[in-house]
T-cell receptor, first 113, second 114 residues
Framework: AQTVTQSQPEMSVQEAETVTLSCTYDTSESNYYLFWYKQPPSRQMILVIRQEAYKQQNATENRFSVNFQKAAKSFSLKISDSQLGDTAMYFCAFVDSGYALNFGKGTSLLVTP | SAVISQKPSRDICQRGTSLTIQCQVDSQVTMMFWYRQQPGQSLTLIATANQGSEATYESGFVIDKFPISRPNLTFSTLTVSNMSPEDSSIYLC???????????FGQGTRLTVV
């Protein structure tokens, strides 16, 4: 079975600092897609960043970037210049042979002043 | 992008009753899904809603308990039948256009069964 592991249930970072959330996954497919989603207290799931496995270049979206290590099946998210609005639950997810997202258990990130 | 409207946003129901949750997308999508999320926990896929045919259920979820309809490309319903307190959870609708592209989510329905 495909799995996604997020080993950090909770993390805290000060405003303007950098934080890295870890994620590992397991799949036997060679073509798949990786995602980080953010869920603030409003419950609305928001796409943070997306990576296609066949692309070696790490995806970036403004203050958010990933470190994609395909051989290690690792997909960590780096948040630079953390802001109070980044406080949320962050889910790592992937899609391989199917269409639906497989989610990790999530990391609760708290950004403090 | 796509905007998903999900109704109701929350409900408190008596055990033994049923609740139908509606999901409306503002544009045509290929795929629609239903997830369950215990508070503070991850999302678990219940089923894929297929247009014009029976939904595809994940292990541990059955049609008699969670009947799903998808009459067209933009609308789906999930019914939680014969509810018990164990069904108390957040139910989320999701939709997408192609495999591996962004999935859009409704704001969820918080269900409490008493």
């Amino acid at each position: 079975a495909q799995t996604v592991t997020q080993s950090q249930p909770e993390m805290s970072v000060q405003e303007a600092e950098t934080v890295t959330l870890s994620c590992t996954y397991d799949t036997s497919e060679s073509n798949y897609y990786l995602f980080w989603y953010k869920q603030p207290p409003s419950r609305q799931m928001i796409l943070v960043i997306r990576q296609e496995a066949y692309k070696q270049q790490n995806a970036t979206e403004n203050r958010f970037s990933v470190n994609f290590q395909k051989a290690a099946k690792s997909f960590s998210l780096k948040i630079s210049d953390s802001q109070l609005g980044d406080t949320a639950m962050y889910f790592c997810a992937f899609v391989d042979s199917g269409y639906a997202l497989n989610f990790g258990k999530g990391t609760s990130l708290l950004v403090t002043p | 992008s796509a905007v998903i409207s999900q109704k109701p946003s929350r409900d408190i129901c008596q055990r033994g009753t049923s609740l139908t949750i509606q999901c409306q997308v503002d544009s045509q999508v290929t795929m629609m899904f239903w997830y369950r999320q215990q508070p503070g926990q991850s999302l678990t896929l219940i089923a894929t809603a297929n247009q014009g045919s029976e939904a595809t259920y994940e292990s541990g979820f059955v049609i008699d308990k969670f009947p799903i309809s998808r009459p067209n490309l933009t609308f789906s319903t999930l019914t939680v039948s014969n509810m018990s307190p164990e069904d108390s959870s957040i139910y989320l609708c999701s939709a997408g256009r192609d495999r591996g592209t962004e999935a859009f989510f409704g704001q969820g329905t918080r269900l409490t069964v008493v």
